[in-house]
């Protein structure tokens, strides 16, 4: 029996991996499970998967998923020391599906035991990429990315030299404002943001897709994970969300990974590699499809992946604040004190007064100077706002 661990159990991404324990349980020896505030569908997945310990992030949680767990022997822990000590228990896989620059500290703890680490917290690699690669590569430990696109980029990549790729496309689906006006978007509502055509996902994240700024995160992802230049990464936007990603070489040729869009086909990829096992995923009838279009992104209705070039080209800290400032924004806009367009404007003059006050090229990256950044970024963000 492989021993796992699932951090952010609760949202979407391990709902699904969950799903897909469920249906070999006899093969997995399911550690720990952490989730947030959902302490009743944690501690029924708890229960039901016979975990070793359940956390929640959250201390004023802890009597609820106590009382929850009563009587099974489970272990009850929260707050973030707890998700540390969940991190440490040595398993085979983890995955890292806290949303958020919270996931940082989870996964470097992880890798330390050379375990697999199935990464589904872009976050991780935005923020401290050279950090979590170098710590992988120290400790012999392995990362698996589980957003859709680099999954698909792994993929075509198997068996293919990579210094034989001449550029990376990235596709992203242009969520619910695909076709808004600028005018329009200047009055986009929550509940609009939250609507997203083609993924079933957590709120956040589909709030990321409508402004774009989930594809600026996959854009320095990318550039982190795989070493490709900036100038090799390309954005399509693809409403469809059958093409995940294509991988173009010297020679001209796009290998191209399509698939239902169904978060179990890169869990599922990441959870059995190196081997190909069935999925329940839907196939594709590419008859009844017909066509895939692709167009341009519009850079000008939605900045943030000119923002993520940016970020790019400064290195360092850059990625620590551009996604600091993204989340508190974020948080200014699920609690209606800003408009849709205001996030964006928020995390450029975060971006912007902290690259020219301080310099955000460092020698080397460490958890304590990302947290710090971090802490800034958003400590600016929110002063920002009384400007608007």
Known sequence: MRRISIFGATGSIGQSTIDLIRRDREAYDVVALTGGRNVDLLAHDARALGAEVAVTAYEDCLPALREALSGTGIQATAGEHALLEAAEREVNWTMSAIVGAAGLAPGLHALRHGTTLALANKESLVTAGPLLMRSAHSHGARILPVDSEHSAVFQALVGEDQSEVERVIITASGGPFRDWSLERLKTARLAEACTHPSWDMGQRITIDSASMFNKALELIETREY??????????????????????????????????????????????????????????????????????????????????????????????????????AALDLFITEKIGFLDMARIVETVLNDMSSGVSLRVNALSLDNVLEADKEARARAFSVQKTL
């Open 226 to 327: 795989f070493g490709f230049a900036p100038e090799q990464i390309e954005v399509l936007v693809h409403p469809g969300s059958y093409v995940h990603a294509l991988v173009g070489f010297r020679d001209g040729a796009l290998m191209a990974h399509l698939g239902a869009p169904d978060m179990r086909h890169a869990i599922g990829y990441a959870l059995h590699w190196p081997e190909r096992r069935d999925l329940p995923v839907a196939r594709l009838d590419l008859a009844k499809i017909g066509t895939l279009q692709f167009e341009a992104p519009d850079e000008n209705r939605f900045p943030a992946l000119r923002l993520a070039r940016e970020v790019m080209a400064i290195g360092g800290l850059a990625g620590a604040v551009f996604n600091a400032a993204k989340e």
